[in-house]
């Protein structure tokens, strides 16, 4: 059986994917803005989005052995609140799937289906901190938000979980200035097992038109269906 990052067990509890898209906001900003303030303005202005994205994933070391590093890419989609869809091409066919009441993990090769309660699998995860609200306010109860020093051409936030004992250890979201206004351009997550999660966004669509369908996922037919 392959072993990847998505299958199960990470991809419930981290989301790192997830999360989420580089998303171009509706008006310009100074430079000498607050990095918080910009990720302020992006949770205010993109209801909808879309994305390509490559994600870096980096196991820590073990009994002397370097880390492990693996790279997946595919699309990303999102509708305020808490609608969101990742769509894995490589290395393996896998979608990702949040309804706004079930996260749904397709296993292509498997033809496996994993479905779990939404509110219980994303707390205070990525994905939960870019689509489940369009105020960061009302984050504010789960995460706690700094700003870091540029770098990389980037404005950095790092979103803190209230929670120590969840799956995340902290959050940080890289803005990038662009000519009509701030992107996000990646998610760079740790987890509490020592793993990293880094997200790099491109060809970002701010408030597209996405269809009702984007969010809806049926079991294929003959797929095993897990409930945990």
């Known amino acids: 059986m392959k072993n990847n990052f998505w299958s199960r067990h990470h991809a419930l509890a981290l989301l790192g994917q997830i999360c989420l898209l580089g998303l171009v906001l509706a008006w310009g900003v100074p430079a000498h803005a607050d990095a918080v303030d910009l ?37 990303f989609e ?51 901190l870019l689509t489940s609200a369009s105020d960061l306010q009302a984050l504010k109860k789960d995460f706690q938000f700094s700003s870091e020093p540029d770098q990389g051409g980037l404005k950095w936030v790092r979103a803190t979980p209230l929670t120590p004992d969840g799956p995340i250890r902290n ?10 206004g701030p992107e996000l351009a990646m998610l760079d997550v740790q987890d509490s097992l020592g793993q990293r999660s880094v997200l790099s966004f491109s060809a970002v669509e ?17 797929a095993d269906v897990i409930r945990p």
């Not at 066919?93 to 779990?116: E, F, K």
């Not at 408030?207 to 049926?218: D, G």
């Open 39 to 75: 990720l302020a303005q992006y949770m205010k202005q993109a209801s909808s989005g879309r994305a390509q994205f490559t994600q870096v994933v980096t196991s820590p070391s073990r009994a002397g052995q370097a880390p492990r590093a693996k790279t997946s890419s595919g699309s």
């Open 171 to 180: 959050v940080m979201v890289g803005l990038r200035a662009a000519a009509s």
């Open 78 to 128: 999102f509708q305020r609140p808490g609608k969101f869809r990742f769509d894995y091409q490589k290395p393996f066919v896998q979608a990702l799937v949040a309804d706004g009441q079930t996260l749904w993990l397709h296993d292509v090769d498997l033809n496996q289906v994993t479905a779990r309660p939404q509110a219980q699998v994303l707390g205070a995860t990525p994905a939960a």
């Open 206 to 222: 701010t408030n597209p038109v996405l269809p009702a369908s984007t969010f809806v996922f049926k079991a294929p037919a003959g």
